[in-house]
Structure formats: structure tokens, C-alpha cells
Nanobody, 120 residues
Framework: QVQLVESGGGLVQPGGSLRLSCAAS????????MGWYRQAPGKQRELVAG???????NYGDSVKGRFTISRDNAKNTAYLQMNSLKPEDTAVYYC??????????????WGQGTQVTVSS
């Protein structure tokens, strides 16, 4: 069994910052790509940022230059540093992990989501 647990969401004023964390635990053999996605009410889920096991990153166009994804491979944890937050960043943020279990099954896993609200 594998679990992804997100933390760090909350309410922040426009221009503020938040840091999200996603910790993967369980029968993990190798953790390949980790990513953050978000879904606002009435909208489709979209990519925010992704990072490979080697540290290569990619970002959604709307967050480039404001958000930074990183990971600690020893802790199986990914982070999303969000700066200069805007009201349009308000959404539920989901962690995603492409990983291989100790039974050598490889698939995507999702966290339960954490709410980020940007409002004055």
C-alpha cells in the first residue's frame, strides 16, 4: 500500500506565499516523477509543476517564475513553494506520484488534496 499525504494549504492574502509538502509512504521501491496539479471549481484539473527523479522540472504557464517544485529523495517528499500568489491560484492542490512498489507494479498515485485560498 502507498499513501501520499499533502500538507501546507490554507488561506493567504494576494501577494503572499505558501509551501506545500507531499510525503509518499508505504511499499515504495522507486519514486519516479512527482507532481502537483490543481483543480478550481468548475474547471479541469491542470498541471502546476512536476519533477523527475533526476531533478528535471516543468511548470504550467500560469505559475512559471512564481512557483518552485523540489524534492527530497531520501524522504520521498516533494515540495511546492508558491510565491506572489494570486486569487486565480485558488484551488484544491493534488500531489501525484509515478512510482514502483516493492512488488514492481508501476502506476500513478494521488493524494487527497489540500485547499489553497488566495483572498483578501
Amino acid at each position: 500500500q502507498v499513501q501520499l499525504v499533502e500538507s501546507g494549504g490554507g488561506l493567504v492574502q494576494p501577494g503572499g506565499s505558501l509551501r506545500l509538502s507531499c510525503a509518499a509512504s508505504g511499499t515504495i521501491f522507486r519514486l519516479y516523477r512527482m507532481g502537483w496539479y490543481r483543480q478550481a471549481p468548475g474547471k479541469q484539473r491542470e498541471l502546476v509543476a512536476g519533477i523527475t527523479i533526476g531533478g528535471s522540472t516543468n511548470y504550467g504557464d500560469s505559475v512559471k517564475g512564481r512557483f518552485t517544485i523540489s524534492r527530497d529523495n531520501a524522504k520521498n517528499t516533494a515540495y511546492l513553494q508558491m510565491n506572489s500568489l494570486k486569487p486565480e491560484d485558488t484551488a484544491v492542490y493534488y500531489c501525484n506520484a509515478d512510482l514502483q512498489t516493492t512488488g514492481y507494479t508501476r502506476r500513478d498515485y494521488w493524494g487527497q488534496g489540500t485547499q489553497v485560498t488566495v483572498s483578501s
